[in-house]
């Protein structure tokens, strides 16, 4: 197809001729062929071009400033088309030709040279109608910078011309509906970011500047990098600066004051070449020292910078560099360019190397002792960079782009008429080739280099992303090297994955090591991080963690059974609470309950080494030593409130409290019965009374009166059982073990039918307590039932009102204390007659008759 803008198409009646209108006059190199392929690279990196014009003047352009790198991938591409014009197996018959120009690093000149490969060298050129026909070029290799591919495929991608970059790698080229023909053999920019932001990681660099350059390569790098870094939570930049295109003095200067006042000790740069040879400058006039470079593949390896005037800043760079390869032949090759001493560019580089001119010399120069070029000098033993393929990245590159296009093109000159991928299973020819039909074989390309890499494109023209990770070393001797420390690539399962030997790395600094990055020093071990108003989240306080939280991120609150220690670093098992018989409280109600269980045992040894005498027989004996047990019992069961809460702990020690007191005041309760019952009896026609209450009656009503608390204790258990429980409403850092009663309506009920039937006990006792008796023990009941009740009535409150185990130890002293009463209220006058006053132990005096005292 033609290019409208620069061809003047002429009609005739048979065919029809393209002309070019206007030509530019350009430091290019060419190579006839059946097939020409285009290539577009940086020979020079300045160039003086003070207007876009048509001219026929050729003087019009100036490159100055040679690039040896960027002539070397230039010849590249030449070696790649000789080596494929000699190899039988691909391209049979077909022979390869090239035109390379210089972009001289300037977008116009980029773009005007991409314009004429795709137009074409020759004054006029015959096409078939509609200007169909074989395009001058199939494909273009180029161009090395991402704003210029944008450009030149802007509009060659409206004619499907294919475009093979090898060092375009911003993300936005993967835009396959606005670059439909833009193939490249280096990775794009999203995997570079996320590789970089690996990096960064594997260090513990969280604050770091970002440098990029004012194109489209830096300019969406910066967009992508601040985008994936803030995703990845991996950490902040503490500035984003755009270094600018050509002489900005004013602006260097404020950028690297920047450098200098920031707490960041990393750098990324994502620029050219051309961007760090100025920023350097400007880093050596302010002697901005201690930074740790992290260079973008643009410039890693680039060994314009590898100088002793910038490697005490430079050196220990990390960079991400091309993937390396070999390519056997090419530096025989290079030693051969000599025979192509007539081409311009080979020219330029022979007097630049050489530090000659061809003749006739520039007017003054043999005077001034200049050489005059021969074009027989020993380029071998000059020993110069352009002849080192020890680090072949962006020449691999190209390598891999030439390939490309010629086993596309072979694939498709073996298409079989009739079997094609096109319309009606036509096959493309030279003859009559569209550039779109070039496109579709390029896109499934599919082979290994002699280096053993595959080379294939996915659906957005990109190729496998693989990058070393490259590290910069100023060796004792001046000489400067850069070598491989790792590796980053994309797997298919797992994504991306980095791969470091940091024994490798070389530090430029006086530790050795890692430098630190941050904006704000880790939080110790006990505290949070608590952000800084209007900075990064990178930037923060440190605020101690409050009690029960730990962590030096985020303050997270410990597990139910743990506490946060003093330090605030990590937790602790919560101290458990409960009423122990090994603490002071514990042994002292401990001591106290199985005293007063002796004091029972030997209060009914007395009374059973006695039980014949009238005080122990006196108002049913039964009774009393039934009394005595329940008392025990009393006392016993206050021990199963101490120790560690179980749930049969629970369950039986409130039902044996509860039936335990019950049978203690339902005998006292009879007790007092009989009192009346006997004293009504005395009394003329009262004998009856004592009829209706005999022994078997008193044993009933005892039976009865517990039975029904243990029906209470039962119904309370099956319906809502006492369980243990782990309480930290008290104390935050504690676990109070303690019984909760399941049912208050059960406990209540419990408790109101002991108070019932002491009250009852009481207030019969009360009435008794003047009978005419010697020995009225309704007098002792009376006063024993008015501690049991005054001891109860004061345990409510008490026990409402007490924390945690102080709960049990108010329960346990309430039984203790009440049964100390009964027991001592009751049998403790009783004990002291039978055993000291035994003269009073007889039936006359317990029934009233005078004594005889001897």
């Known amino acids: ?298 410039w890693s390896a680039a060994a314009v910078l590898q100088t002793p005037r910038f490697m005490p800043y430079l050196s220990g760079t990390l960079g991400i560099a091309i993937r390396r390869g070999e390519i056997l032949g090419l530096r025989d090759f290079l030693l051969r360019i000599h025979f192509l001493i007539n081409t311009f560019q080979v020219m330029q580089f022979w007097e630049y190397t050489f530090d000659c001119r061809f003749a006739p010399p520039p007017a003054g120069w043999v005077e001034a002792g200049g050489e005059v070029c021969t074009g027989q000098e020993d380029l071998e033993s000059l020993g110069t960079e352009f002849l080192d393929v020890s680090d072949l990245r962006p020449e691999y590159n190209i390598y891999k782009a030439v390939y490309a296009l010629a086993y596309a093109l072979d694939d498709m000159l073996q298409c079989e008429p009739g079997r094609g991928p096109f319309s009606g299973h036509s096959c493309a020819t030279l003859q009559i080739l569209k550039p779109w039909q070039l496109i579709h074989y390029l896109e499934k ?30 060796l004792p001797d001046g000489r400067t090297k850069v070598h491989s420390v790792g590796l980053v690539k994309k797997l298919a399962s797992k994504g991306e994955e980095l791969t470091l030997d940091e024994e490798k790395i070389f530090w430029n600094f006086d530790s050795k090591q890692s430098p630190l990055s941050v904006c704000s020093e880790s939080c110790p071990p006990g505290t949070r991080m608590a952000r800084k108003k209007g900075q990064p989240f990178c930037c923060f306080d440190c605020v101690p963690c409050s009690e029960g939280k730990f962590n030096s991120m985020e303050c997270t609150s410990c597990p139910e059974d743990f506490w946060s220690n003093v330090q605030r670093d990590h937790c602790i098992p919560k101290k458990t609470e409960f009423l122990s018989y090994h603490e002071p409280l514990g042994i002292c109600l401990t001591t106290t309950s199985l005293l007063g269980t002796f004091i029972c045992a030997v209060v009914l040894g007395i009374f059973t080494y006695h039980r014949s005498t009238p005080m122990v027989r006196a108002n049913n004996s039964e009774l009393s030593f039934l009394l005595l047990l329940s008392l025990k019992s009393c006392f016993l069961c206050s021990l199963l409130f101490i120790g560690r809460p179980s749930l049969w702990t629970c369950q039986l020690r409130h039902a044996a409290f509860g039936i335990s007191f019950v049978l203690c005041v339902s005998c006292i309760l009879v007790k007092t019965i009989v009192v009346l019952a006997v004293f009504k009896a005395s009394k003329p026609g009262g004998g009856a009374s004592l009829k209706w209450f005999g022994a078997v009656q008193q044993r009933g009503t005892v039976l009865v009166l517990t039975s029904i608390q243990a029906a209470i204790c039962t119904a309370w258990i099956v319906s809502a059982s006492p369980a243990p429980h782990k309480n930290t409403q008290y104390h935050n850092d504690k676990i109070v073990y303690e019984c909760v009663v399941g049912s208050t309506v059960g406990f209540a009920v419990l408790l109101s039918y002991v108070g019932f039937l002491a009250i009852l006990s009481f207030l019969l006792a009360f009435l008794a307590r003047n009978l005419p008796d010697n020995f009225n023990e309704a007098k002792l009941i009376t006063f024993s039932m008015l501690i049991f009740c005054a001891v109860w009535v004061a345990f409510v409150p008490a026990y409402v009102n007490s924390p945690g185990k102080y709960s049990d130890a108010v329960e346990v002293f309430a039984i203790l204390a009440s049964s100390f009463g009964l027991l001592l209220a009751l049998f403790g006058p009783k004990c002291y007659i039978i055993l000291l006053r035994p003269e009073r132990n007889t039936k006359k005096a317990i029934m009233g008759r005078s004594i005889t005292k001897t």
């Open 445 to 474: 390309v599919n082979f290994t280099t002699s280096f053993g890499d595959q080379v294939s494109f996915d659906e957005n023209g990109d190729a496998l992303p693989i990058y070393d990770v490259m590290n910069w070393l100023w």
């Open 1 to 298: 197809d033609c290019i409208p803008c620069y061809i003047t198409l002429h009609s005739s009646s048979l065919f029809s001729s393209c002309k070019l209108r206007r030509k530019f006059y350009l430091n290019d190199m060419h190579k006839p062929g059946d097939v020409v392929l285009g290539g577009l690279f940086e020979v020079h990196y300045t160039s003086v071009f003070p207007k876009l014009s048509f001219t026929s003047e050729p003087n019009q352009l100036s490159c100055q400033g040679f690039d040896t790198a960027g002539f070397r991938h230039a010849m590249t591409m030449a070696f790649a088309i000789d080596e494929i014009n000699k190899n039988p197996n691909l391209l049979p018959n077909v022979t390869l030709g090239y035109s390379l120009y210089d972009n001289c690093a300037t977008l116009v000149i980029g773009f005007s040279a991409a314009l004429l490969l795709a137009s074409g060298q020759e004054e006029q050129f015959l096409l078939q109608e509609e200007c169909l026909g074989t395009p001058p070029v199939l494909g273009i290799v180029g161009d090395s910078f991402s704003t210029f591919s944008i450009a030149t495929s802007d509009v060659l991608g409206l004619f499907n011309l294919p475009i093979v970059s090898y060092y375009a790698t911003c993300s936005c080229l993967s835009d396959r509906q606005r670059f439909p023909s833009f193939f490249r053999t280096i990775p794009s920019d999203a995997f570079q970011v996320r590789a970089m932001i690996k990096i960064l990681k594997r260090f513990g660099w969280t604050w770091a500047g970002l440098l990029v350059s004012d194109d489209d390569y830096g300019l969406h790098v910066s967009q992508t990098f601040q985008s994936d870094l803030a995703q990845s939570g991996g950490g902040c930049l503490a500035y984003s600066e755009i270094l600018p295109w050509g002489e900005n003095p004013a602006e260097l200067k404020r950028i690297v004051e920047i450098m200098k006042r920031s707490t960041a000790r990393v750098v990324i740069v994502f620029a050219h070449q051309i961007h760090m040879i100025q920023l350097m400058e400007e880093v050596v006039r302010e002697n901005v020292t201690g930074l740790q470079w992290i260079a973008s593949e643009a």
